[in-house]
Each structure stands twice: as structure tokens, then as C-alpha cells.
């Protein structure tokens, strides 16, 4: 239950869904979504592991979880609910109903046995008192394509490119997405469904850009690359100024990745183009010839909250020995404060209860935010966020938890 005694937090029926979609829609502003959309989330929802608050027969506050699987340093592909579709009507604010719903999710979360929750925050204020920490980040990027050229390695060339119908070409593009998976932290393997998020393309959203476009990059008959993006012409005295406005590229091999990313450079009657939520190492910023002209902005992106301590920290690897006691604070999910040694390397890891001595003392937040790789320990040390007990334990410990390449959520959810 709710704190307010007129309300009733239960889990979600599918017949009443619509009502509780639109809760969600009219907490976001009431501009209504595409048909098409809508049909998407209505299909994607899991409503056994949505929960909703009820006031009477109106409901004012909604949740759900989606069932993913997370890669996590080392490349292990780990269990964790996708908390999205976070809404309290206006009328029922500050009555405790937020609070309600999280604390029934995390439960639910630990009672399904799955380590890890992660979420995209619309605010990133709402989400640390619940433990969730900022794990990853992502770049977005609006390039001078007149002024700023690009160097490729040596192969580029070789790389063949077609056009392809993003429907018609999506089966050979989810392959390549599934095979970069593994090699980044954040990246969520895709099950059945979800595929067709990668196409959402409501013309009412358009705003004068074309329909989605895709371009293949192929060797020996094989798809081994994709580009997603759309084109938004414009025109002034002085010529065409359109922009590219990229969407998705996926290659895992350098000259490939070049390829997709020299012909996005290159669309005729364009003079910008405006890459969204990029990883923030993403190669394309080490082949551009003035970097101070792609004008980089990087914001939160990902947030990682540990339902389990001991099997989370088990389950990804250390990219250098570790053997450290945390004394971690977790008021909202007690069961995970007090003291945890965890010991492990590059083959793996393990991490129990102890009686021993701490070496750093952390909130769950901050475990939440290095966990991925991508945020250092010694950042949050040095920011008064993480203590040092044992001398040399943070720098130890920080180079362990670190990432060969930044951790990134390739989309929303």
C-alpha cells in the first residue's frame, strides 16, 4: 500500500493498461504519441512486472520493469529489470506514492533474483535517494561536415556500401548489433520485440526530416555494418545547409566503422550532422581533423542501482587484482549494508560477508555508478562521495573496477 490510506499499489492488469499508459502520457506533458508507438509499448510491456497506484477507480502513478539481460565488464550478460514508465499524477504528489512504488520494485526485484536495476532518469535528481547511481554517460555531437574532414585507416576503401529499406535490412543488422554486444559494458542484448524500436519513425515527429534511411556495409556478400540516420534539408542564399541526423552505427571492425561514418560526412546538399547519445569514447572523435568544431555535449545517461551487492560485484570481472572490503550504506535496501570483501581479477571474482576491517566506505549509489566501469572510484573519491580507511585502497580499487572502453546504453527504454 501506498502511504496515503485512499490508494492502492497492485500489479498492473492488462485491461487496464490504456488507462494507466495514459497516466503515464499526461505526466510527461499529455502530448499524445503515434499510433504506431503506442502499439509498440502496449506489445512491449511486461505487465506482470508493472505495478500501478490506484485512487479509487483513477490511476496515479505508474512503474514497470522490463526483463533485460546487461553486459557488465568482462562480458558477461547479467539479469536486470529496466525500470521505465515512472509517473505520479500532479494531484497526488508528495503523498509518498514514488517512494511506494520503488520500494515495492526493489522487492520484487530481489525476489526474482536478479542483481542489478537500471534506469534513464527525465530528472536525475529523483533517483539517488533510492540508490541508483549514474553509471553511464553518452556524447552527443553537431559537426561542421564543410569544415571538418575525416582521416580513415587503411582498408576503408575496400569497405562496400548499399542502401537498404530499414525494414527489409533489419534481420542482418540486429546480427551485427548482437555481436558488438559482449564488448561493451551498459549494452542491452535485444530479445524478440524490440528489434522494432530501432524503426519508430513517426511521421508527426519528423519535424521536416526524411523517413528513416539505412546503408549497409558489406564484404564478400556479408552485412558487417549499419548506419541508421535521417536527412533535414535546408536551404540559404548561400547554398544547401542541410543536416544528417544519425540514428544508429554499429561495426565492430575499424575500416568498416570508418566507411559508415566517412559516407555520413558526405550526404550531398548537407553541411552539419547530429550524432545523439554516442558513447564517450566513440571512435569518430579520434578520426575528425578539428574536434573543436563537432561542439560535444555529454550528459547522464544510464543509472545503476545494486539489488544484490555480492552477486552484482560477482558477476563482471576486474580489469586488475582486487581484494577489498567495502562498508557499503544502503537505507532503502538494507539487506545490502555492511561490510563486503571482494576479491577478484580478470577470470572472475567473489564477494561475501565479512567481520574484516574496512578499506572504503561507499553508499550503494556509489557502487551503482562505478559498477559499469565508466565512472572512476577515485573521481568520487576525490569528491568526498567514496572514504579511504586503508592507505593505497581507493587507487587499488579504482584501477580494478575500470573499463578497456566506456560503458554505454546504445537507447531509451
Not at 60 to 68: E, I, M, Q, R
Not at 215 to 228: F, K, L, S, T
Amino acid at each position: 500500500m501506498a502511504s496515503d490510506l485512499a490508494t492502492e499499489l497492485r500489479v498492473l492488469r492488462r485491461q487496464d493498461w490504456d488507462e494507466w499508459y495514459d497516466n503515464l502520457i499526461r505526466a510527461f506533458g499529455g502530448v499524445p504519441e503515434s499510433a504506431e508507438e503506442r502499439e509498440l509499448w502496449d506489445t512491449l510491456t511486461e505487465t506482470d512486472r508493472s505495478i500501478g497506484v490506484w485512487d479509487g477507480d483513477a490511476c496515479v502513478g505508474t512503474a514497470g520493469a522490463f526483463s533485460f539481460r546487461l553486459t557488465v565488464p568482462g562480458g558477461a550478460s547479467v539479469r536486470a529489470a529496466g525500470v521505465t514508465m515512472v509517473s505520479v499524477a500532479a494531484t497526488h504528489r508528495r503523498r509518498g506514492v514514488l517512494t511506494a512504488m520503488m520500494r515495492r520494485q526493489l522487492d520484487d526485484v530481489r525476489e526474482w533474483g536478479w542483481p542489478l536495476a537500471v534506469l534513464t532518469a527525465s530528472e536525475p535528481a529523483i533517483y539517488g535517494r533510492f540508490g541508483y547511481g549514474v553509471g553511464t554517460y553518452a556524447v552527443t555531437g553537431e559537426i561542421d561536415t564543410k569544415q571538418v574532414r575525416l582521416s580513415v585507416p587503411p582498408g576503408t576503401d575496400d569497405v562496400r556500401l548499399r542502401y537498404a529499406k530499414p525494414a527489409e535490412s533489419l534481420g542482418a543488422c540486429e546480427a551485427v548489433y548482437a555481436r558488438v554486444v559482449p564488448s561493451r559494458p551498459g549494452m542491452v542484448a535485444r530479445t524478440p520485440g524490440w528489434e522494432r524500436l530501432m524503426l519508430l519513425d513517426p511521421e508527426n515527429e519528423r519535424e521536416g526530416a526524411s523517413p528513416l534511411q539505412c546503408v549497409v556495409a558489406e564484404r564478400d556478400g556479408e552485412v558487417v555494418g549499419y548506419a541508421r540516420f535521417q536527412v533535414k534539408p535546408d536551404w540559404e542564399p548561400t547554398g544547401p545547409q542541410g543536416k544528417v541526423l544519425v540514428r544508429d552505427v554499429e561495426a565492430p571492425d575499424p575500416a568498416v566503422y570508418a566507411a559508415l561514418w566517412r559516407f555520413l560526412f558526405d550526404v550531398d546538399l548537407t553541411s552539419k550532422l547530429v550524432t545523439r547519445g554516442r558513447p564517450v569514447d566513440d571512435a569518430w572523435q579520434y578520426l575528425v581533423s578539428d574536434i573543436r568544431r563537432c561542439s560535444l555535449r555529454v550528459r547522464d545517461s544510464l543509472h545503476v542501482r545494486l539489488v544484490d551487492v555480492g552477486a552484482a560485484l560477482e558477476a563482471r570481472t576486474y580489469q586488475a587484482p582486487v581484494d577489498v572490503v567495502f562498508e557499503v550504506a544502503d537505507d532503502f535496501c538494507p539487506w545490502n549494508a555492511g561490510r563486503w570483501r571482494l576479491s577478484g581479477d580478470a577470470k572472475g571474482a567473489s564477494c561475501e560477508r565479512t567481520t574484516d576491517p574496512a578499506d572504503l566506505a561507499l553508499s550503494v549509489r556509489e557502487l551503482g555508478a562505478a559498477y559499469l566501469g565508466g565512472v572512476s572510484l577515485a573521481s568520487l573519491g576525490a569528491a568526498g562521495r567514496v572514504r579511504e580507511l586503508r592507505r593505497g585502497a581507493l587507487g587499488e580499487a579504482a584501477v580494478g573496477f575500470g573499463s578497456a572502453v566506456a560503458p554505454w546504453l546504445p537507447h531509451g527504454f
